[in-house]
């Protein structure tokens, strides 16, 4: 699986977009961009994944860009309870392991 | 349809005693995964596993751990005579046979040897 390079932390104010990037310049052709994040000592959550068209879901925006190098997940509005540690993970959708690196730690501000 | 199921939500035990983690996966799905997340670490795979199969351990230590999915019942993460340096969040994921690397995970066992 490709490497992923995203920002330690970030922060962002509660009812504004957070957008939260990541650089996956090694992508593969048939590897996808998966988004997953994990608030507080919960178990990890999926969010979206696309792989090369910007997808859309009740949850969040996944813009890829064209070279598919990098991408932008965007929380449009956000609440308190977004903050979390985001991961952005390059794979292949086959049954497999999902290797998480450290992601980003989201806290919205009130 | 309830979700993936994990327990204990908590365990605590001593020293050189034995642990066991249940996973009970979603309704209908027939792969599992355990993950483990040491405190203030990320998350890393440990073994995937199908109905009485393990595909892949490449993430189980050598020693001490063990896993199972049976054709009945829960998926059991097994950790015998534990150490200090096994506390720790363990996750479990399950995902449907259609679209296995669609996984959806439960809550953890936070595990705690003292």
């Given at each position: ?48 994944h696309?792989l ?12 890829i ?46 | 349809n ?33 993950y ?29 751990f063990?896993a ?8 059991i ?27 959806y ?10």
């Amino acid at each position: 699986d490709a490497k992923t390079t995203q920002p330690t932390s970030m922060d962002c104010a509660e009812g504004r977009a957070a957008n939260l990037p990541c650089n996956h310049s090694t992508i593969s052709g048939n590897e996808y961009v998966y988004w997953y994040r994990q608030i507080h000592s919960q178990g990890p959550q999926y969010i979206i994944h696309g792989l090369k068209n910007n997808e859309t879901n009740e949850m969040a925006s996944l813009i890829i860009t064209e070279d598919r190098k990098s991408s932008t997940l965007i929380l449009p509005h956000a609440t308190l309870r977004d903050t979390a540690v985001y991961y952005c993970i390059v794979r292949v959708p086959r049954g497999d392991k999902i290797i998480f690196g450290k992601g980003t730690r989201l806290h919205i501000l009130p | 349809n309830a979700g993936v199921m994990q327990n204990p939500r908590h365990l605590v035990r001593r020293r050189g005693q034995e642990a066991r983690l249940r996973c009970s996966p979603m309704k209908g799905h027939s792969h599992v995964y355990w993950y483990r997340q040491l405190p203030e670490e990320g998350l890393k795979f440990m073994v995937y596993l199908q109905k009485e199969n393990i595909i892949d351990e490449s993430g189980m230590p050598k020693e001490r751990f063990s896993a199972e999915f049976p054709k009945e019942g829960p998926s059991i993460l097994r950790i015998q005579q534990v150490v200090r340096g096994d506390s720790a969040a363990y996750f479990c994921a399950s995902s449907p046979p259609a679209s296995p690397y669609e996984q959806y995970f439960g809550p953890g066992t936070r595990l705690t040897v003292t």
